[in-house]
């Protein structure tokens, strides 16, 4: 069964404390993407990577980080210099530059 | 700065009306253009996407949105709603720089 998969679904942390999230696709697809989607404001590019051991930035990258060391793998640490991390979290991935992308479920952050 | 953008934050509809949901973008040089949708407690998917050719182009599920370079926008239309269509609706942009771009989104409630 292809796609994306997220975990956990529902998260709750701490303030003060790192959070790492999870991605994993098996759609064999280079590029993966994390977003962050806050009522009102769509979706927000944190990180993205278009190859294993390559990551950039987005808009939004202080205060999280990446890492890319297997192509089906791409987690995401909200670690405690994020301002404001509670917000709905999604990953996706695609085959191209400029392409579609095909998202995860997500994974809702809250912290306490 | 350069932006997607989507008229309406919340539409209301009865079955059987007709939809057009705005986008307009601000970007120059050649966009890929995408609608997305987020059906409640669902994954975001794909609902049509325009690279080139023929303007108008069709989706799932009966929708279809026409690309109009000189205005600037890629709206989404459907003939008539179902209560099913209920959701989350967002126009999402490539521009030249490769990161896609999402609108704010468009709740739409469409009412039995």
């Known amino acids: 069964d292809g796609g994306i998969t997220q975990s956990p679904k529902y998260l709750f942390r701490k303030e003060g404390q790192n959070v790492t999230l999870s991605c994993e696709q098996n759609?064999?697809?280079?590029?993966m993407y994390w977003y962050r989607q806050d009522p009102g404001q769509g979706l927000r590019l944190i990180y993205y990577?278009?190859?294993?051991?390559?990551?950039q930035k987005g808009d939004i990258a202080e205060g999280y980080s990446v890492s890319r060391e297997k192509k089906e793998s791409f987690p995401l640490t909200v670690t405690s210099a994020q301002k404001n991390p509670t917000a709905f979290y999604l990953c996706a991935s695609g085959t191209a530059t400029k392409g579609e992308q095909f998202f995860g479920p997500g994974t809702r952050l809250t912290v306490l | 700065a350069q932006s997607v953008s989507q008229h309406n934050h919340h539409v209301i509809l009865s079955e059987a009306a007709s939809l057009e949901l705005g986008c307009n973008y601000s970007y120059g040089g050649t966009v890929n253009l995408f609608w997305y949708v987020q059906y409640p407690g669902q994954h975001l998917q794909l609902l049509l996407k325009y690279f080139s050719g023929d303007p108008l182009v069709k989706g799932i599920k009966g929708f279809e949105a026409e690309f109009i370079k000189s205005k600037f926008s890629f709206n989404l239309r459907k003939p008539s709603v179902q209560w099913s269509d209920t959701a989350e609706y967002f126009c999402?942009?490539?521009?030249?720089?490769?990161?896609?771009?999402f609108g704010a989104g468009t709740r739409l409630t469409v009412k039995p």
């Open positions: 999402a942009v490539i521009p030249d720089n490769n990161d896609m771009r």
């Open positions: 759609l064999n697809h280079d590029a």
């Open positions: 990577s278009q190859i294993v051991n390559d990551f």
